[in-house]
């Protein structure tokens, strides 16, 4: 696929690219250029907060698991799910 850039240094994404990786307007991306390529990594970008509060979490759950409070997840979800019902507590 070869695309072409344009003034401002803009370039189109192509559709299928977009598609395939269910971007939209408004994504973000990390640029890198490694070996002479240029690299686009799609990037979610959270207020600081937001991931002070999923620190948190992480770090209180992995201590009632460390004291038997909890127990291991089967799956991501399960573990979602934990952490949402300790929050309405």
Request: no cysteine.
């Amino acid at each position: 696929m070869t695309i072409e850039m344009r003034s401002k240094s803009q370039i189109t994404m192509p559709r299928e690219v977009v598609s395939q990786l269910s971007l939209s307007e408004g994504d973000k991306f990390e640029v890198r250029v490694k070996d002479g390529n240029i690299f686009l990594i799609p990037v979610a970008v959270y207020p600081k907060s937001y991931i002070s509060a999923l620190e948190k979490a992480a770090v209180e759950t992995a201590e009632a698991y460390r004291h038997g409070k909890i127990t291991g997840f089967d799956n991501p979800e399960d573990l979602i799910t934990a952490l949402h019902a300790e929050e309405n507590e």
